[in-house]
Structure formats: structure tokens, C-alpha cells
């Protein structure tokens, strides 16, 4: 993709970014020198949730838009045309060189496909909660200062120097958080969307399945049926749903698995603070509201 020429007039390029994680993680890059804008703020689904007039005059001001794809940000990809001519519109194939990406998932976790890694450009068939891999997070970051860079040569130092330092943060927050799950690599747990599939696989937990694909599509009783029939040989098992979206599907289970806990967890970091450090947070809440969920089954 060609990028625009870096920015004269400017002390640094407007940017706007679609969702917390990655915005946390531009604005630990960018500190010192300006604030990314947020388009997805508080509880809005990036599924679902429509802009607002104040998100759509961020997304037309904007110099450099950075968003996953209309694999995640539905309204978002059917507005990108009003961005200026001028602006670098950046999506997970523009700068995903260099990641493990992973093909959406049947409900129940059956295989589908090849690991990504020598993909092409289509994606439609993508799992892009690639952020909550922290190495996917780590190519992310230094994608997204490779980019700050050409824009605005006269800040690329600083950007540099935070970009090192966020790099050997999340370098040892990854191993804490390794540390923190692997005595639970075998305990049992069902998530409501699947939206988990990067943090399970990179710490090697023992999902047995999710009810949805789709958050806004209810599951069958099908489905429902079969989730209770894997989870039932345990002898207990953590039911997860997020914050966004209702639990009611898991509580009806647990009439069935009288040994199921439930509990939140935030793989979009709704609950924490928007902005530098964001990124860390949310990962350290994930792991710590999984374990603790875990550290309770027999």
C-alpha cells in the first residue's frame, strides 16, 4: 500500500482508531507527542453499533484511520469512503506481516482451516481478535510506528523510543501471564462468543467450545445441547461471557451443569480505561478474571 508523504504543517498526524486495545496500544506509542482519537467507545459493539455524528466527524478528520476490517468493525467498513482523499487507511492486511492469524471457528471449536501464516489478502473467513495474542500485538506495534514514522518524521525518535519500551513491557507482562495459567492448562471452560481463540491457543487452554459464531445471533437448542453434553463428564467447569452481551444462554445451562461457575471476561477491554496502558490492563484483568474462575473447579 502507498503510503501518503509525511504531514508538513502538522506537529503530529491526526489518528483515529477503531477499538481500545489497539488504540491503547498507538497511544503508548504516541505518548509525548499527541492523543489518537477513539471511535468505539464505552459499551458499543463494534459488531453492531452505529457512529454517532460525533464518531463520524473523527472518521472525516482524520489523517490516518487504523481498524481490523469489516470482520469486526461492521458500520465502520461501509463509512471508510468518507475519509479524506489525503487520509492512510490502515487494515489488518496492511499490516499484518509477520503474525499467526487463525480462520473463524465453528460454535462447537471444530477446526477450519490452515493457520494463517503464509495467507493471502482474504479474509473472509478471519478470527480477527488477533490483539489478544500478544505476540500479534508486538508485530502490531511495530507496524504502527513503522507508519507513525513516514507521517511525521520530525516525532519518528520518540515514537521509536516508546515503541522499545512498550515492546519490552509486553515481552514481560506475556510472561506473567504465562506463568499465571499454566498450572490451569486443563481445566475446562465455554465461552459465549468466540472471540477468545488467540489467548487459548497461545496459552494452551482447555476451551471445550462456544455457543456462538455471531454475538448477536442466539444460539440453537442444538448447540446448547451439545455444550452440555461435552462439559458434562467434568466435574466443573467456568461458563464466560462478556460484558457486552447478555448471559441469560449460560445461566439456562447451568440447570444442567449444577457444577458450572460463571464469570466475566473482557477480550475488548470495555471495563478498563481508554488510552496508554489500556493494552496491559486488559490483558492482566483477562488473564486474572479467567484464572480466577479457574482456580475455584476441582
Not at 466527524?57 to 469486526?72: H, M, R
Amino acid at each position: 500500500m502507498l503510503l501518503c508523504l509525511p504531514l508538513t504543517g502538522w506537529s503530529a498526524p491526526r489518528v483515529a482508531v477503531s477499538i481500545a486495545p489497539l488504540h491503547g496500544l498507538v497511544s503508548d506509542i504516541m505518548a509525548g507527542v499527541a492523543q489518537p482519537d477513539l471511535i468505539y467507545e464505552g459499551s458499543q459493539s463494534p459488531h453492531s453499533s452505529a457512529l454517532s455524528p460525533y464518531q463520524l466527524k473523527i472518521l472525516v478528520e482524520t489523517d490516518l484511520l487504523i481498524w481490523v476490517g469489516p470482520e469486526l468493525e461492521t458500520s465502520l467498513a461501509r463509512l471508510t469512503q468518507r475519509l479524506s482523499p489525503e487520509a492512510v487507511n490502515l487494515r489488518l492486511h496492511d499490516y499484518d506481516a509477520g503474525m499467526t492469524l487463525h480462520e473463524s471457528r465453528e460454535s462447537l471449536f471444530e477446526e477450519g482451516g490452515e493457520d494463517a501464516g503464509n495467507h493471502g489478502h482474504d479474509h473472509g473467513d478471519l478470527d480477527p481478535h488477533f490483539w489478544l495474542s500478544m505476540a500479534n500485538a508486538r508485530v502490531f506495534v511495530r507496524a504502527m510506528t513503522d507508519r507513525l514514522v513516514e507521517l511525521d518524521e520530525s516525532n519518528a525518535d520518540r515514537y521509536r523510543a516508546n515503541a522499545e519500551a512498550l515492546l519490552a513491557e509486553l515481552q514481560a507482562l506475556d510472561r506473567q501471564l504465562t506463568d499465571r495459567l499454566a498450572p490451569l492448562t486443563d481445566k475446562p471452560f465455554i465461552v459465549f462468543h468466540d472471540g477468545f481463540q488467540y489467548f487459548e491457543r497461545d496459552h494452551r487452554l482447555n476451551a471445550l467450545g462456544a455457543l456462538v459464531l455471531q454475538p448477536d445471533v442466539p444460539p440453537g437448542p442444538r448447540t446448547v445441547a451439545r455444550l452440555v453434553e461435552l462439559a458434562k463428564p467434568h466435574d466443573g467447569l467456568c461458563l464466560l461471557h462478556e460484558p457486552q452481551y447478555s448471559d441469560r444462554w449460560l445461566q439456562s445451562m447451568t440447570r444442567s451443569l449444577p457444577n458450572a461457575r460463571i464469570a466475566q471476561i473482557d477480550p475488548l477491554g470495555f471495563e478498563q480505561t481508554p488510552g496508554a496502558g489500556h493494552y496491559q490492563a486488559l490483558m492482566t484483568q483477562l488473564a486474572t478474571d479467567l484464572a480466577r474462575c479457574l482456580e475455584q473447579l476441582p
